[in-house]
């Protein structure tokens, strides 16, 4: 949200930014915007709130969804909130395209990331092969365990360590792994990033960073723009719109399958000059062109035309 208030300001938007449980009848009405702009169910979440900003005079109520509209990710355990927002006379922003026909009134917005939030010193190498993210899906476990596989000890994961664990655990259930495979994968976890200086550190500091994309159908998820905004070496699963706003192997790398991951890893890590002269190529395409003043402008342009 502080990413998305910055990109409006720089469309010349004046913009109240606040916390939900902070904001009252008489700030709206003072401020008197002319459109109100959540993210995901937000303004739904709250009834307190909800009741307020429904009162306000501002015709425009904007939701830009991250995840996607009907998963437990975006909802939680409030099912009745994706009838509500299909009632309420708004405007849906979607990263995924291929969610666009779950409201009446919604346009297609890709993520993006802010090369400010990102930015970053390289300082050198720490990782060979990193992997941020949950680990439990069986597609990203299959993934995860091909490499331990085929590299050892050069996976580095980064999540909740609970998540983790649960993994393991998962793994060894699936026979995924020989006992001592399961041992360096056991050992491949470095902890949860907390802020996004220090995913940005984890990503610039990798020779590899890997996406194993899970939600979505045809889109690029966060990772795709916060790794190249970082000025890392992205490896990304291929999506029908990756070629609509990249060019593999020239802006970052794409892989097929297993397989093929396997082969490309190998090579990268034995031409690290070549994926270092991607990732500055990534970089400057992502920060001039998928960054939050780029998406604000859409949304503007859009609500606010009229």
Known sequence: MESFASGFEMNKCRVLIKELGELTSEEIEKFSPDMVFGYDYSYLMDEGCKKIIENTKCKNKVFYFADEPQSKLALGDRDYLYDELKSIDASVFIWDKDFLGCFDKAFYLPLAASPLKYATEFSGYKYPISFVGRPLTDNRQRVLCDIIKAFKNKLNI??????????????????????????????????????????????????????????GKSSLNYRVFEVLASGGFLMTDEREDLNRYFIPSKHLESYKNTADLVDKIDFYLQNLDIAQKIALFGY???????NFHARASQVVNEVLSD
Request: hydrophobic share 35%; proline share 0%; aromatic share 10%.
């Open 158 to 215: 980064f999540c909740f360590e609970k998540h983790f664990v649960q993994s393991v655990e998962e793994i060894k259930s699936k026979n995924l792994l020989d006992e001592g495979d399961l041992e360096i994968y056991s050992k491949s976890w470095r902890g949860f990033v907390k802020t996004e200086h220090e995913l940005a550190q984890i990503y610039s500091s990798s020779q590899i960073n890997l996406n194993i994309t899970e939600q």
């Open 284 to 290: 400057v395409v992502c920060a001039n062109r998928h």
